[in-house]
């Protein structure tokens, strides 16, 4: 992996949220609460990183890629694409914006319209850019981008129902790839695939970011994969960052509980060490969203959790011999995986 | 050698379709004893869950047809019993859990009616009786408040719960056998461990034989003490789980291994397997696994290789396999 550059940051999230509102009665509609989706997220990606987002299901880690898309208008918070705010652009700033910040999304079966040809379906972001590839280049350039992501350029006429899960994710990352983005937001881009075709797929990737320079957010509820490609982590919570950190630091040295009982919990695919490792089993279900826990919104589920926790807020830093932010009162550094 | 509790043997399954034939079992063997694991891994597509089905009796029909093979419960070949037997066996000795608890799971009655419906029609027990068991048994499976939870409906549960009431209805018969089909795949990792931790202790407790059938590299290591791998509609490698992680004997099993990502280590690059699992309606001759490996060599187009017994009681469907367990 192409080495990031850290000390420029080209999408700066801060203390971002997003409540959905819950409604009753047919007519008049009254708000009875809101499901707080993302509730203060705030992070920084650089140029050429993969930063992961881990988490469970529910935990607000996709509509964090809607509201970074600007497809979900935010209920507070900053985002800033190389400084300038994302939220306060409208008409052709915008349109401009959206080239720069693309989305692969995880299903290759719904994700991509059956009645048009491939080249049509890569071809759709010129139409709307059409400063991007004057008409007349237009096919070379599909034909260009299938070949980047390994497909036959000759596969252009195809229609995506000729093709498999994996090579249909293909089209989606040429898809993202046609306006030349900076950031790509990959949302459980390899979740619906075979075994054998995820590796295929996360290989692509990966050489397409060192080939163009790109910026990942690569969101996925699989901890393996997104060790694989990441950076940095961030492990999400109930709407909440409740550990951010290096590759090496979130699986090497997790200090939140809810990282470590994770990390605890994936399978390792090694007989040999199964009966050597640490196990931490969470009790119970993720809290509703509606209403999450006063304070630590994981101290329902967490053994270290005493007064403070049910009180207190704690906030993302760094804490006592720590060495990467961490949302724990108790905050303390574990190894938990076998090191191989 | 004792007759095993539950054995498979050349079996055949053809789906007859609008589009042709689809070979979807091409000779599968395995058998599970009592309170022993034995994993099915395959990727989606190579006959795992048809095997279980057939075994079952549940194999759709059309166009699913069986042209072969055997299926022997306690050495009773249950393809050729008569459908009362069938049914007999099915639940009281052999039961199964699916992956998708919510739909298989009838969203108009109570999980408790649900679970007692087997005690009511097969052990002749009163509602109440029955309605009572479902308590122990929803206790059992580990979940709180059980004595009030029986009387609600599946949508009222979480995806691990439902899970849960899936394990528990299973279990209301006392089966010798439980096949879980990827009873995990669509749970959360650390709902995963959990459902999984109660399923080894369950099988444990119970003496149970256990068929896993899953996807996962991983859940298998955990818990598996033999696996069976599957491509295009055979077995092509069997083994003990340490000596399959330990020296995979087949190419398809090293070139899983070595395609996925693994949280303990951060790894370069991975090793993909070249193009895509074929199509069982035109399985290439030879060795169906020849178009994607990397030792493929002439005679490989040609000949299908069986699966052959080697010296250390493990089995490979390769013409190397010998090879390859010398490393």
């Known amino acids: 992996m192409s080495a990031p550059n850290l000390s420029v940051p080209i999408l700066e999230v801060d203390d971002l949220v997003k409540h959905f509102p819950v409604q009753t009665g047919i007519v008049l509609k009254r708000t009875v609460g809101h499901v707080r989706a993302v509730d203060g997220v705030s992070f920084a990606l650089h140029k050429g990183e993969t930063l992961g987002?881990?988490?469970?299901?529910?935990?607000?880690?996709?509509?964090?890629?809607?509201?970074?898309?600007?497809?979900?208008?935010?209920?507070?918070?900053?985002?800033?694409f190389h400084g300038e705010d994302v939220f306060a652009k409208r008409g052709r700033e915008l349109q401009a914006l959206r080239r720069s910040i693309q989305i692969v999304l995880q299903d290759p079966y719904t994700s991509l319209n059956p009645r048009m040809t491939v080249g049509d379906i890569v071809g759709e972001p010129f139409d709307i850019h059409p400063d991007v590839a004057p008409k007349g280049e237009r096919r070379k350039k599909v034909q260009d981008l299938l070949d980047v992501v390994g497909l036959n350029p000759e596969h252009i006429n195809r229609y995506p129902h000729q093709f498999s899960g994996g090579q249909r994710q293909r089209i989606g990352i040429a898809r993202a790839l046609a306006l030349k983005p900076e950031v790509i937001i990959c949302d459980e881009p390899v979740s619906a695939l075979d075994v054998s075709i995820q590796a295929q797929v996360m290989n692509l990737l990966d050489e397409l970011q060192r080939e163009?320079?790109?910026?990942?957010?690569?969101?996925?509820?699989?901890?393996?994969?997104?060790?694989?490609?990441?950076?940095?982590?961030?492990?999400?919570?109930?709407?909440?960052i409740v550990e951010i950190g290096t590759e090496e630091e979130i699986y090497g040295r997790p200090s939140h509980p809810y990282t470590q009982a994770l990390l605890s919990a994936v399978p390792v695919p090694d007989p040999a060490v199964r009966a050597a490792r640490a196990r931490i089993r969470l009790t119970g279900d993720v809290p509703s969203p509606v209403n999450p826990p006063s304070g630590c919104r994981f101290r329902t589920r967490c053994w270290k959790a005493t007064e403070i926790c049910e009180v207190e807020e704690p906030e993302l830093v760094t804490r006592g011999a720590g060495h990467h932010p961490s949302a724990c009162h108790h905050a303390e550094e574990q190894t938990l995986l076998p090191s191989t | 050698m004792a007759t095993p509790l539950l054995e498979v043997e050349g079996l055949r399954v053809e789906f007859r379709t609008r589009d042709g034939?689809?070979?979807?079992?091409?000779?599968?063997?395995?058998?599970?004893?009592?309170?022993?694991?034995?994993?099915?891994?395959?990727?989606?597509?190579?006959?795992?869950?048809?095997?279980?089905?057939?075994?079952?009796?549940?194999?759709?029909?059309?166009?699913?047809?069986?042209?072969?093979?055997?299926?022997?419960?306690?050495?009773?070949?249950?393809?050729?019993?008569?459908?009362?037997?069938?049914?007999?066996?099915?639940?009281?000795?052999?039961?199964?859990?699916?992956?998708?608890?919510?739909?298989?799971?009838?969203?108009?009655?109570?999980?408790?009616?649900?679970?007692?419906?087997?005690?009511?029609?097969?052990?002749?027990?009163?509602?109440?009786?029955?309605?009572?068991?479902?308590?122990?048994?929803?206790?059992?499976?580990?979940?709180?408040?059980?004595?009030?939870?029986?009387?609600?409906?599946?949508?009222?549960?979480?995806?691990?719960?439902?899970?849960?009431?899936?394990?528990?209805?299973?279990?209301?018969?006392?089966?010798?056998?439980?096949?879980?089909?990827?009873?995990?795949?669509?749970?959360?990792?650390?709902?995963?461990?959990?459902?999984?931790?109660?399923?080894?202790?369950?099988?444990?407790?119970?003496?149970?034989?256990?068929?896993?059938?899953?996807?996962?590299?991983?859940?298998?290591?955990?818990?598996?003490?033999?696996?069976?791998?599957?491509?295009?509609?055979r077995i092509v490698e069997h083994a003990d789980v340490h000596s399959l992680y330990a020296n995979p004997c087949h190419p398809y099993t090293r070139a899983l291994l070595e395609s996925i990502p693994r949280v303990d280590t951060k790894g370069t690059s991975l090793s993909a397997i070249s193009g895509l699992p074929p199509s069982l309606t035109r399985i290439p001759p030879g060795c169906p696994f020849h178009p994607r490996c990397p030792m493929a060599a002439e005679r490989c187009t040609e000949e299908l290789p069986p699966l052959a017994v080697l010296p250390s009681g493990r089995s490979s469907a390769c013409l190397f396999a010998e090879e390859l367990v010398a490393g």
Do not use: W
């Open chain 2, 21 to 233: 034939v689809a070979h979807v079992l091409n000779g599968v063997d395995y058998h599970v004893d009592a309170g022993e694991t034995l994993a099915v891994l395959g990727e989606s597509g190579s006959g795992k869950s048809v095997t279980a089905n057939t075994v079952m009796g549940i194999l759709e029909s059309p166009p699913g047809v069986v042209t072969g093979g055997s299926v022997r419960y306690r050495g009773e070949e249950l393809l050729t019993a008569a459908p009362a037997r069938r049914r007999e066996l099915r639940g009281e000795h052999i039961a199964m859990i699916f992956q998708d608890a919510l739909s298989a799971l009838n969203p108009v009655f109570t999980v408790g009616f649900q679970i007692g419906e087997q005690l009511r029609t097969r052990r002749g027990m009163s509602r109440r009786d029955a309605e009572k068991r479902a308590v122990e048994l929803l206790d059992l499976v580990g979940i709180p408040g059980a004595k009030q939870r029986v009387r609600d409906h599946p949508h009222q549960f979480s995806g691990g719960m439902r899970q849960r009431v899936m394990i528990a209805m299973s279990l209301a018969l006392d089966p010798d056998v439980l096949i879980a089909d990827e009873p995990t795949t669509a749970l959360d990792v650390t709902v995963q461990a959990q459902i999984m931790d109660l399923l080894a202790d369950i099988q444990a407790e119970r003496h149970m034989g256990l068929i896993l059938i899953t996807h996962d590299l991983g859940v298998v290591a955990e818990v598996a003490d033999r696996i069976a791998v599957m491509y295009a509609g």
């Open chain 1, 53 to 80: 987002v881990v988490g469970e299901s529910g935990c607000g880690k996709s509509t964090l890629a809607q509201v970074l898309m600007r497809l979900e208008p935010p209920t507070s918070g900053r985002v800033r």
């Open chain 1, 212 to 240: 163009f320079g790109l910026s990942y957010l690569f969101i996925a509820h699989d901890l393996s994969v997104v060790r694989h490609l990441s950076d940095r982590v961030a492990v999400m919570y109930l709407g909440k």
